[in-house]
Structure formats: structure tokens, C-alpha cells
């Protein structure tokens, strides 16, 4: 039923995204075995996709020729699909500069360096941005990652600002990009490596942006790896949830890994002419969509001044 229900949305799909993120390995001989098991399947299915999201946490680990190597594993794969992919940092992403051992050297993100190298790619306009921002169709899509001072002074992780708290620079444009996302027309989708209050791993950061204009009808993240009982707990199989006071559904969909995940895990976001979506979970292992959900078209109006 559900590949049924996947074949007639893609004939009614407008845009078609393959979402994905936390591949997130140190040794390079499981980063090319999950991301050939995943591509395989990718392409079976068609390649049924116009445009990547990679929500972070594309590496682990300081070992510098590891994670060039794990860069190039992925540029390759993700190049051969000619899409533009838009990508936005995680905390393991930051392994390498946060690490002690590197302490001295220059800020060095390696992925994230590789995606702004490539022609057709997106990614914030530098490592220090909170956010980016860019358009499918009518529809604005808002990316929030982490971020880090040129001389480390501060950085993000987990939803936090560490370090020299003072120095951190963007404290007040949260409520710049409500403002900014409120006055749009057009519907808006936020993405993250990260969730709002009421979801799996939440981040306090990112949830300054709350409460949410209503012109914001979804939310995918990632860092909230299914399955994983050690860091997500009660809620490791939680995939759908709603951000807290608000009547908008939070979709994880990480992670892109069977190592500490149970599958190779993404998502597929299909978005059709009358604005309203459908979402397909892919186990890129067994070559199945595990389930379906379709968003409500509108949402009710946020609690969260009511309380």
C-alpha cells in the first residue's frame, strides 16, 4: 500500500526532495557502506528526487585524512545525482575545531568547506551564519545550523552557545527572521539538524525562534537518530511530532547510518500545487517506505501566547 500511495503522489508531485542527514562515521569503511547501500537504492527507485537536504553531522571525528576522505565519498555520490543539494552544519561536524589536539589551528569543516566549493551547492554564507535561506517554487525554505567564531571563541552545539557567551553575535536575530518569515506571502518550511520544543533532542537555540508565524507549515531535522535508545530514550521511535503550542509537525528523519542507527534512514518530501505535502520514510536496507504521512493543509493558529 504504501509504495502504491508513493507512485500516485510522484505523479502529482510539483517538487520531490530527498532529505537526509547524520551519516556520521569515523571510519570511512562505513561511510561507503552505508552511502552505497543508500544510493543503490536511491537509484532504484527512480531517482525520484529534484533537490538533496543534508541536515548535518555528515562526518565524526578529528582524524583530518579520515573526513577528507569521507567529504570526497559523499561529493562523489551526491554529484552523480546532478541535483543541488543544500546543507546546513551539526555538531559532529565541528569535531575536528572543537577538538582539543586542534585546538590552535584554524577553524577547519571540512564538508561544509566542500559543499560552498561546489558549483550548485548550498550551504550559509559562512561558518559563523545561523541560518540561509532559498526558494522551491512558492515555497521559502529557512535552514538553521550550527555555527562557530573565526578564532573559536564561541560556538553552537546540542542547541547551546559555548564559550565566550558575551562575543556571540547573533542573539537578537531570531526574532529578525520571525519578523522577516511573518511577512512572507509564500508558505515556509524550516530545516535544522536540530528540532523545536517538542521534539526528539530538542534544541533552546534554535526554538528563539518560537513562537512561529503561520505561514510555517513543517519542520525536518536530524540528530535524533531513530532507534538509537542510548541518547533518544523514551522517544527513540518518535518520527512525528508537533513543536510545542503550535498545531506544525516535526519530522525526523536521521539517520542515513545502520551502524548506531537500526537502517539506513531518509525521507522523502514530496510538495504538490495546492501548497500541501506528503512525507514518505524510506529503510534504504530493505528497499521499503515504512510509512506515509500527509500534513494538514492548514494549521491552527499557535497557543503559545495563550499560556
Request: proline content about 5%; hydrophobic content about 35%.
Amino acid at each position: 500500500m504504501y509504495d502504491y500511495i508513493y507512485q500516485e503522489s510522484l505523479k502529482r508531485a510539483k517538487h520531490k526532495v530527498w532529505i537526509l542527514s547524520d551519516l556520521q562515521q569515523r571510519n570511512p569503511v562505513y561511510t561507503r557502506e552505508c552511502l552505497e547501500i543508500s544510493m543503490e537504492d536511491y537509484y532504484l527507485l527512480g531517482a525520484p528526487a529534484d533537490m538533496i537536504w543534508y541536515l548535518g553531522d555528515a562526518v565524526e571525528g578529528d582524524d583530518r585524512n579520515h573526513l577528507l576522505e569521507m567529504c570526497a565519498l559523499q561529493e562523489k555520490a551526491f554529484d552523480g545525482t546532478g541535483l543541488p543539494l543544500c546543507y546546513t552544519i551539526g555538531n559532529h561536524d565541528f569535531d575536528y575545531s572543537a577538538s582539543a589536539a586542534h585546538r590552535d589551528e584554524p577553524v577547519f569543516i571540512p564538508f561544509y568547506e566542500m559543499v560552498k566549493a561546489h558549483p550548485g551547492w548550498h550551504a550559509a554564507a559562512d561558518y559563523t551564519q545561523p541560518f540561509f535561506q532559498v526558494q522551491l517554487g512558492d515555497f521559502s525554505i529557512y535552514f538553521f545550523g550550527d555555527h562557530i567564531a573565526p578564532d573559536k571563541s564561541w560556538r553552537t552545539s546540542h542547541g547551546q552557545i559555548h564559550g565566550d557567551l558575551a562575543r556571540y553575535p547573533h542573539g537578537d536575530i531570531y526574532d529578525q527572521i520571525r519578523e522577516e518569515i511573518a511577512a512572507k506571502s509564500s508558505p515556509v518550511i524550516t530545516a535544522s539538524h536540530y528540532s523545536y520544543y517538542g521534539g526528539n533532542r530538542a534544541a533552546d537555540l534554535l526554538s528563539r525562534l518560537l513562537p512561529l508565524p503561520q505561514n510555517v507549515k513543517l519542520h525536518v531535522y536530524g540528530h535524533a537518530h531513530i532507534g538509537d535508545f542510548a541518547w533518544a530514550k523514551e522517544h527513540a521511535w518518535r518520527r512525528i511530532s508537533w513543536v510545542d503550542w503550535h498545531d506544525i509537525p516535526q519530522i525526523n528523519v536521521s539517520s542515513f547510518e545502520h551502524i548506531r542507527g537500526k537502517c539506513c534512514r531518509s525521507v522523502f518530501l514530496h510538495l504538490y500545487e495546492d501548497h500541501s505535502m506528503g512525507v514518505f520514510f524510506r529503510n534504504h536496507d530493505e528497499h521499503v517506505f515504512s510509512e506515509c504521512y500527509f500534513p494538514a493543509k492548514g494549521n491552527y493558529s499557535a497557543s503559545w501566547n495563550n499560556q
